[in-house]
């Protein structure tokens, strides 16, 4: 049986988190250690150098939560995981973050990663080049997943945004901010911030929209876990389908590199339980339409009738008549 040194509840004060108010104000972050080892030596001998310094193990975990700010808590456990990998061959993190934004009663949100030299240096390597009591065994091999291929050359995304729950125009501030700061995303232009009437029948308050368009190495399905995650950190449950939400972020066209951002021609197209491109109600809403406008002047949508200017379409959506333009910036 594997012997274990454990740390838990380890406390520092950090700024990770996608939103700004997250890297502003900072919040508390605890830490648990648990480092697997053979304790038979130590046990015998007594002596701190034959055994893993959880006070080393302590210090390294400080230093990355009171570190450079991340996106996500996944980043942090990492980082702590391979900065601790110098002091012993396996362990296990687990990050919490008993003050994520989250807009329900909640205990914990955590992350827990498990790592060794072996599996952090890569098939029959070892990190500090002999093998030491405790040593996970070598990852068997996997078989390849269905994730999307890597997308070598950005591509162009348009994405909506939508909220008309608590501070709407600062969670799209936040939001658009979020999908900046994504290593393989970056925010490439953003419309003005609408007010419009709900069009479901359901009674809520009216929304605030926006949309930008964002240059990304990220694949759809990839693009859309990242907005699902934002919308997630901003507070939003999927109760009431059409009912009121804190954030809302629908991808409303993905083209290729190459390919013409402003026409229906070269974008992609996908079905799935997950997703569907191009949106399929695009050309139908007009919370969608105006701020695509202000992005794309010359863009066309698909619709019943064929490719058609996304400023016609507009002119003929149902929901037009309840929209109105702020004077608030969106970036």
């Given amino acids: 049986m ?3 040194i454990r740390l838990t509840g380890l406390r520092a004060y950090g700024r990770h988190g996608v939103f700004d108010h997250e890297r502003r104000d900072g919040q508390e972050f605890l830490v648990d250690l648990e480092v697997h080892a053979d304790l038979r030596t130590p046990g015998r001998t007594d002596e701190l150098a034959d055994t893993v310094d959880y006070g080393a193990l302590a210090a390294e975990a400080v230093a990355v939560i009171t570190g450079p700010a991340h996106n996500l808590i996944e980043t942090v456990a990492d980082e702590i995981a391979e900065r601790c990998l110098a002091h012993c061959a396996s362990l296990t993190v687990t990050v919490h973050k008993p003050h994520a934004p989250i807009a329900h009663e909640f205990a914990d949100a955590s992350v827990t990663v498990h790592r060794s030299r072996r599996a952090a240096s890569g098939a029959g390597q070892e990190r500090a080049g002999t093998a030491e009591p405790g ?26 945004l939508g909220s008309n729950l608590g501070e709407s125009l600062q969670t799209l501030r936040d939001a658009a901010a979020a999908l900046d700061r994504h290593p393989r995303i970056r925010l490439t232009a953003a419309s003005r911030v609408y007010r419009t009437a709900p069009v479901s029948g359901v009674a809520q308050p ?11 190495t990220l694949p759809p399905l990839e693009l859309l876990a990242v907005c699902q995650g934002i919308e997630v950190a901003a507070g939003r449950t999927r109760t009431v389908h059409w009912g009121p939400r804190t954030l809302d972020i629908d991808l409303i066209r993905y083209t290729p590199s190459g390919g013409d951002p402003d026409g229906p021609e070269d974008e992609v197209r996908y079905d799935s339980e997950k997703l569907r ?28 009738a064929g490719a058609v200017p996304v400023e016609l379409a507009l002119s003929q959506a149902g929901d037009a008549a309840g929209l109105t333009v702020t004077e608030e910036p969106l970036t």
């Fill in 2 to 4: 594997t012997d274990s």
């Fill in 135 to 160: 040593d996970a065994p070598e990852p068997a091999a996997r078989p390849e997943d269905d994730r999307e291929p890597t997308v070598e050359h950005p591509a162009t995304a348009v994405v909506a």
């Fill in 206 to 216: 009216d929304f605030l929209n926006a949309a930008v368009t964002v240059s990304t």
């Fill in 277 to 304: 491109l191009p949106h399929p109600l695009a050309a139908r809403r007009a919370f969608v339409l105006a701020p695509w406008l202000d992005l794309a002047p010359n863009a066309r949508v698909s619709s019943g």
